[in-house]
Structures are given as C-alpha cells and as structure tokens.
C-alpha cells in the first residue's frame, strides 16, 4: 500500500523510529524497508509516498467497512460497528474515530458522533498525489471514490478538446484540481458556500488557479452550452435532473455521471450515447453505485 514515508540512514533508524513513536508519528501497520544504507520508515505525515507491504498482525479484517481520512476514521453505523471501532483502536492507532449516522440535507453533510479520540472530523487528506483540506462537518468527501475519481481525470484530460471543462458539484476540488494541475480549463460549481471556501484553500494549497463559482448548478444549466465536458458527481440525484443537463448541452458533449440505483433495475438515457458503464461499489443490500460516461446525440 502506498503511504508517507521519511528516508533515515540505517545507523540512526533504531533511534530515529523511537523518536517518531514517542511523537505519535510512526504510521503503524507496515514494514519498513531498506533502500542500499538508508531505512525508509512509514509516518503519518510526509510529502514523500511509496509503496509498503502491510504487517500481517496489523492487517484490518474488516476493510470496506470504514473509511480512513486524514488522520481519522469514519464508520458507517450498522449492526457489528462496535467490533470495527475496536479493531481500529488496536491496529491503526487513530487520532479520532467518527460514527456516520447518515447524510444530511441538500450539502449531503454527514451526521457523525465522535466515538473515540479528540477533535473534530477534519485534517489534510491525501490522494492520488494531491492534497485536500477536508471537513466532514462543512463539507461532503469519501475517500472510496479516490479511484473512480482518478479514472474520470484520466479519461477527461484524455478526450478534452480545447474547451471548458464544467464540475457540477465540485465539493473540496478532488476533481477540479487534478484537471487544472494538467492544464485542462475547469469551471467548480457548488451551491455549499463552506465546500467552496475549503475548495479555494486546495487550490493554494496544491498551487493552481481556477474559477470557482457559488450556485445551484442544477439552475444555470443556459450557461452549459458549448462545454467539452460536464462532471456530475452527485449520485443521490433523480436522474430527471441529468435528463435536464443534457437538453442544454450541445451535440458531443462528454458527460460523467455517478448514479445510485437498484442492481436490478434497468437504467436509461434520453438523447445520448453510453460510452462506458460499470459498477463502483456496493451502496446498501440491493442497490450500488454506476458510473456512465456519455456522449451527447
């Protein structure tokens, strides 16, 4: 697994690890490694990540059913939860350990109760070789969709021609800045004016420039015509809302959609060509997460 990591010689690694443990710094979990005569040792903390095998008798027998962010951990409250936290506290050595009891309004904030540790659901997340300032109480993030995330930049900067690039729900910027780091011109909407607010800091933070906009992006669908491409990542939207985006956007438009839905059901489109479909991940016993890249007719 990929983690932050110092580089130490070797003849200071005994002590230079005591050092980081008695500091609360040493990442446990994972094996350091040697590197000719330096020792790389996982941290909590560094701008430098590489690749660490996981020690056996700290690997989590209950991965997928929690999410760590930062330096904290999110469990979804369901039946067994008390067994995650427990095997968290004992193998990962958390700052803090937050309930989820489910979303919350239009800004899909997250009710959570803290159930172990101190301070609040927020820090410096990595992914995908950025930084992001997150904020459960402000703003909506889930780091399970780090890898659906880096493909829709993969594909968008891909196939983009020289137009704008539209982020509907542009939330903390995991998509907006990656894009912007390439090159690629990208309107951030977002009607939570705190998800915005901590949008702008990651643009600092990961040194880009972009245009942030604070709106119901659902509204000003007149100022969509002639995009390249629209983000749509909201996936507990009626698909009534998507079948309206595209009424205003121009032939051959590329359209990236996450949507939650039955297994079961049959899902159609209005007016554009699937390009790509498949299935995220699982959201409850009967319905999952689909992502559909689309081409307008």
């Not at 659906?148 to 930049?153: A, G, P």
């Not at 901590?198 to 709106?215: H, P, T």
């Not at 205003?248 to 489109?269: A, M, P, Q």
């Amino acid at each position: 697994m990929r983690v932050p990591y110092i580089k130490v010689p070797q003849i200071d690694a005994k002590k230079e690890i005591d050092r980081l443990k008695r500091m609360g710094e040493l990442l446990p979990g994972y094996k350091v490694k040697r590197e000719g005569t330096w020792i790389l040792v996982p941290v909590k903390h560094s701008e430098d990540e590489t690749e660490f095998e996981v020690n056996v008798t700290r690997r989590m027998t209950h991965v997928g059913s929690f999410e760590r962010i930062s330096d904290f951990f999110v469990i979804k409250q369901r039946e067994g939860w008390e067994r995650i936290l427990e095997e968290i506290k004992e193998k990962q050595s958390p700052r803090a350990i937050f309930l989820d009891e489910g979303v919350e309004g239009s800004f899909r904030i997250r009710k959570l109760r803290r159930i172990y540790g101190t301070g609040e659901p927020a820090g410096i997340h990595k992914e995908n070789g950025f930084r992001y300032l997150v904020n459960l109480e402000r703003a909506y993030f889930s780091p399970r969709l780090a890898g659906l995330r880096r493909d829709i930049i993969k594909s968008c900067f891909q196939t983009v021609k020289t137009g704008l690039v539209v982020d509907m729900y542009a939330g903390v910027g995991p998509l907006s800045i990656p894009l912007l780091k390439s090159g690629v011109k990208v309107l951030s909407i977002d009607m939570n004016q705190d998800a915005t607010k901590l949008l702008r800091q990651n643009m600092k933070l990961n040194k880009v420039c972009g245009e942030v906009l604070v709106a119901d992006s659902n509204r000003i669908l007149d100022c969509f015509e002639g995009v390249d491409q629209v983000l749509m990542n909201n996936p507990s939207q009626p698909l009534s809302v998507f079948q309206n985006v595209v009424s205003s956007l121009g032939r051959g438009t590329i359209i990236h959609l996450t949507h939650i839905s039955n297994r079961k059901d049959k899902i159609e489109f209005k007016g554009v060509e699937v390009v790509q479909s498949r299935i995220v991940h699982g959201y409850s016993p009967s319905s999952s997460l689909f992502y559909f890249r689309m081409r307008k007719k």
